[in-house]
T-cell receptor
Framework: NAGVTQTPKFQVLKTGQSMTLQCAQDMNHEYMSWYRQDPGMGLRLIHYSVGAGITDQGEVPNGYNVSRSTTEDFPLRLLSAAPSQTSVYFC??????????????FGEGSWLTVV | QQQVKQSPQSLIVQKGGIPIINCAYENTAFDYFPWYQQFPGKGPALLIA?????SEKKEGRFTISFNKSAKQFSLHIMDSQPGDSATYFCAASIGGYGNKLVFGAGTILRVKS
């Protein structure tokens, strides 16, 4: 049981390049989401999914794309990287039912630098 | 516009002290308030959580106090230890959408030995 696995751990991109951050969970969780963490701003929701084939936007979705073809995987695509997307990205997952009763598990993060 | 405001930004206490971190929210639809602990290079991990029908919740050395009328909640760490040095985030969410968390900006806690 690996929990939430993110790859890559570190990545440097040039402005305009595209890339995909991978996220996989082995806990059969329905809910998955992506957050970005910036200094002094906490974590902000980018996109989330409540199940395979269902995705929706969070607070800061611009410049990012997601899809959920399987329960296990939830990749985050940067379409045309910009320096403003330099951040630490966290994937999270949880069971769908209820709020307080479910622990949300976070991956260890992907550090992205756009130059 | 930050829906959850957290203070202080940083905090230094002596070992055995009781650091207190405060959060205030605006959206009265929030009904789940977790606290997360994050160590450098790691993802946030759930520490303790509370729902608004309870005024206080304790788990080990960690206590959440909740004031619904003031729309405020706080984390107290009893008998703090150097191992508690980390960044702490408060958060809030609505209904069953526990995965749509709104986070505070975070508090960097250092416990001096």
């Amino acid at each position: 049981n690996a929990g939430v696995t993110q790859t890559p751990k570190f990545q440097v991109l040039k402005t305009g390049q595209s890339m995909t951050l991978q996220c996989a969970q082995d806990m059969n969780h329905e809910y998955m989401s992506w957050y970005r963490q910036d200094p002094g701003m906490g974590l902000r929701l980018i996109h989330y999914s409540v199940g395979a084939g269902i995705t929706d936007q969070g607070e800061v979705p611009n410049g990012y794309n997601v899809s959920r073809s399987t329960t296990e995987d939830f990749p985050l695509r940067l379409l045309s990287a910009a320096p403003s997307q330099t951040s630490v990205y966290f994937c999270a997952s949880s069971y769908a039912s209820g709020g307080a009763g479910n622990t949300i598990y976070f991956g260890e993060g992907s550090w992205l630098t756009v130059v | 516009q930050q829906q959850v405001k957290q203070s202080p930004q940083s905090l230094i206490v002596q070992k055995g002290g009781i650091p207190i971190i405060n959060c205030a929210y605006e959206n009265t639809a929030f009904d789940y308030f977790p606290w997360y602990q994050q160590f450098p290079g790691k993802g946030p991990a759930l520490l303790i959580a509370i729902r608004p029908d309870v005024s206080e919740k304790k788990e080990g050395r960690f206590t959440i106090s909740f004031n619904k009328s003031a729309k405020q909640f706080s984390l107290h760490i009893m008998d703090s230890q150097p191992g508690d040095s980390a960044t702490y985030f408060c958060a809030a969410s609505i209904g069953g959408y526990g995965n749509k968390l709104v986070f505070g900006a975070g508090t960097i806690l250092r416990v001096k030995s």
